[in-house]
């Protein structure tokens, strides 16, 4: 089964692409550990998409393909692959549909990972990052010891500059304007899952889901 996890940063769905990974042994695709994995085997491509990286731009969408066509081919997907993450643009979800086809697949089920936007907010703007170990806390739901304090290496705790409210605003107006289509699209294949309870819930639902698919 070929499925794909949509959602906004924070709602979880790339926790439960690993958790359903874990317990089935579906192949997880997420983008951002494929092009880690790419660029560690310094290979030509690896190399390319490093090039952009380190410059602070936006991989193309034509060398996320080949990344992901490369990647493909050398895991297996036996047991279906779930996409977390990806597509984020039209053009990708496009761009996935002629990969899967060249394979004789397609998407086959599409779970949407909703949380109310001012739940996100408030989940993404109390991060806090310690500026030495870079493990991430959260003020309200996993508070370090000792208020700005790292538990660790008591390094001092940051908030990222893109965590603040009306950064976190901007990005999620992007992604709406983005994800619509992509919505359109996998129209009849999408099922909504409500995000907002505690993971393993979560997790139950979407066993529950991929049951009545079979
Ligand atoms: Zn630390």
Redesign the pocket.
């Known amino acids: 089964m070929i499925l794909v996890f949509l959602g906004k940063a924070g709602t979880g769905k790339g926790t439960q692409a690993q958790l359903l990974a874990k317990e089935t042994g579906i192949l997880q695709a997420s983008m951002g550990d494929i092009l880690r994995e790419e660029i560690a085997k310094k290979s030509a491509l690896g190399k390319q998409i490093e090039a952009v990286v380190s410059s602070g731009k936006l991989i193309p969408d034509e060398l996320s393909a080949q990344m992901l066509d490369v990647w493909l081919d050398e895991k297996d997907m036996s047991k279906g692959v779930v996409f977390d993450g990806f597509p984020r643009t039209i053009e990708q979800a496009d761009m996935l549909d002629e990969l899967l086809e060249k394979r004789n697949l397609k998407v086959d089920l599409v779970l949407n990972f909703a949380v109310p936007e001012n739940a996100l907010v408030k989940r993404l703007s109390e991060r806090r990052t310690?500026?030495?170990?870079?493990?991430v806390y959260n003020i309200s739901t996993n508070p370090s010891k000792k208020a700005g304090v790292?538990?660790?290496?008591?390094?001092e705790?940051l908030q990222r500059n893109d965590d603040t409210e009306e950064a976190i605003k901007a990005r999620f107006k992007i992604y709406n304007q983005q994800i619509n289509p992509i919505i359109e699209k996998y129209k009849g294949k999408l099922i909504e899952v409500d995000s907002q309870p505690p993971i393993a819930e979560v997790a139950r639902q979407v066993e529950k889901i991929l049951e009545k698919k079979k």
């Open positions: 310690c500026k030495i170990c870079k493990r790292c538990d660790i290496d008591a390094g705790l």
